[in-house]
């Protein structure tokens, strides 16, 4: 099994679409079976609540259906993830900080490096902004997604025969 973490700040908005998102285009692609998604916070002001009521309303007008729970992005996820995927620069800079001896480095990475047709350098928080905040995001996260899937099947082709 191929374990995916998807980390945002408070693991409301972004993260737990991104991991509902890459949960349908594993699904779609028939590799349920082979790739295993979660999604977690930089923070834990959230642990324990549902995604924001706004996101889950965009993504269900997508077909997504957003059910993780919040909780913080914790040490052990360095072993348990085999990808551990930031929504942002900061994002990616507090989980680099948490990694001090600097094992997992080649495990993080920002998760619009996997965008085909975006040019942004990061997922934008939709928190504070209006519907098409939360639009965007989705786009963005479908693009990425689908770009990464594409990057698991590079990385672990045997898994894939």
Known sequence: MIKVIFVCLGNICRSPSAEAVMNSIVEK???SGIVECDSAGTIAFHAGEPADARMKKHAVKRGYTLTSIARKFTHDDF?????????DRNNFTDILALDKEAQYVDKISMMTSYCRDHEEEEVPDPYYGGPQGFEHVLDLLEDACTGFLEKIKEDFPEEFE
């Not at 072993?79 to 929504?87: C, G, L, N, P, S």
Request: aromatic share 16%; charged share 25%.
């Open 79 to 87: 072993e348990k993830f085999d990808y551990i995927v930031a929504m």
């Open 29 to 31: 692609a028939g590799l």
